[in-house]
């Protein structure tokens, strides 16, 4: 390509070096500026080879082929570019998103809630540091955990929340045993081998008590059970 040489070509019309066109009616004798077969080749060709460098067919009837050429080029370029951009944000995002979950540390037992483990840990700040987060207190020292049940045939005990009740080691009262009786006659012997009679001719019994026996000790009430850690995240 090149600008317009010809001999009435004006001379710096489009800026310093730049030639132009132009009807030269401020110069005497000097006709407009006139085209010459290479410059109009030349520009020809530049826009013809646009327009078929881009996948099109010169068409004598369509005179925006080349905006059509440089929509279908620049515009589907732009959209490409846009959407690229688009999934490389989408995917910039994402990660961030990964790499903040994967920081994250996952509660898995809220404020309020239990932590049995078969892990023994001797103080609560272990526990903390075992989980990774929150604050803890031994729960349930020495004790069952009862499921607490809403149905009224139960002890009460078991329909109150919370409640704490029973008895590691319990001595039965009198009260608390069951109702029984001992029968216990001695026949009298005065000695003579022979047992005394009554007036009626019957052997004469007395009444006694055995020896004491026991030894009072408290009866065990728990069944056979497994120590385990458990432990309360208080915050």
């Known amino acids: 390509m090149h600008r317009i040489d010809s001999a009435t070509a004006r001379q710096n019309a489009n ?49 925006g082929q ?9 515009g589907e370029k732009k959209v490409l570019e846009d959407a690229i951009k688009e999934y490389r944000e989408d995917i910039k995002e994402a990660v961030g998103r990964i790499e903040t979950l994967e920081e994250r540390t996952y509660e898995d037992t809220q404020v309020g809630e239990l932590f049995w483990t078969t892990k023994h840990f001797a103080t609560a700040n272990e526990v903390a540091t075992y989980k990774g987060y929150g604050t803890w207190q031994r729960a349930l020292q020495g004790r069952v955990a009862v499921g607490f049940s809403d149905d009224p045939e139960d002890p009460v005990d078991f329909r109150t929340h919370g409640k704490l009740y029973g008895e590691r080691e319990h001595q039965l009262t009198i009260e608390e045993m069951p109702a029984h009786t001992h029968d216990l006659r001695v026949n009298r012997d005065d000695g003579s081998g022979k047992y005394p009679e009554d007036a009626s001719g019957t052997e004469e019994w007395s009444t006694g008590k055995t020896e004491s026996a026991g030894g009072s000790q408290p009866h065990n009430n728990m069944q056979p059970s497994q120590t385990l850690d458990c432990w309360e995240r208080v915050s």
């Open 15 to 63: 800026g310093k070096g730049k030639t132009g066109f132009h009807d030269n009616a401020d110069l005497p004798n000097q006709d407009a500026t006139y085209f010459t077969p290479e410059w109009s080749n030349a520009l020809q060709e530049e826009v013809a080879n646009v327009i078929e460098g881009l996948g099109l067919t010169l068409d004598k009837t369509d005179n």
């Open 66 to 74: 080349l905006l059509k050429a440089l929509v279908q080029q620049f």
